[in-house]
């Protein structure tokens, strides 16, 4: 039993087997998980998974167990304040910020109407880039941005193609509300 009364399924340690992995994934997940940050091999970097994984959910519930209130006023309220467009621009920052925990890379904002919005800092390298958030990525362009002072696009929706068929996008662009939850890299296009 666990400190809280509930019936543990395993005690003490437990040898697994995963089957049907494949080996394109393995070799994958060695080179760019195992070799970089476990030096203990697949057991620790396994284990260490589990954990993450484990602990997510449980900041999930925390999430899940608000009090949470259907309030009409209070829902308008809140898309008045935050607009919806700007709201969409939020998920991105937010969805890059998660992604960035997991790697040796920080963000630093700038003030709300500096251009770009915001440097990725790699602190193991000590090199930047210079980042845009938007909620489509046509809004670049739609804002006047100039492209040779930003390196990329951070997006929501990466709709560039077909606002604007004509001309090619000037910079790489990052849709982090693609890909299943992954996000998509989109290069510069020309």
Known sequence: ?????????????????IYDVPSELVHEFSEKVMKPFYTGGASE?????????????KQNEIFRNLPWKKD????????DLIGLKRRYENYAIFTLG??????SI???FRSPQTYPDAILVNLETEETVNIEFEEFSSDFKGHGHDPTTCDLIVCWIHD?????PNEKCPLPVYEVGSGGGKGTFYSKEG
């Open 72 to 79: 009409e006023g209070r829902f308008n309220e809140a898309t």
């Open 98 to 103: 998660e992604k960035l925990a997991a790697a």
């Open 160 to 164: 560039w193609k077909e606002r604007y």
């Open 106 to 108: 920080d963000i630093a």
């Open 1 to 17: 039993m666990s400190e809280s009364g509930e019936k543990k399924l395993f005690e003490g340690s437990v040898n697994i087997t």
């Open 45 to 57: 970097a396994v284990k260490d998974l589990m954990q993450k994984a484990v602990d997510e959910q």
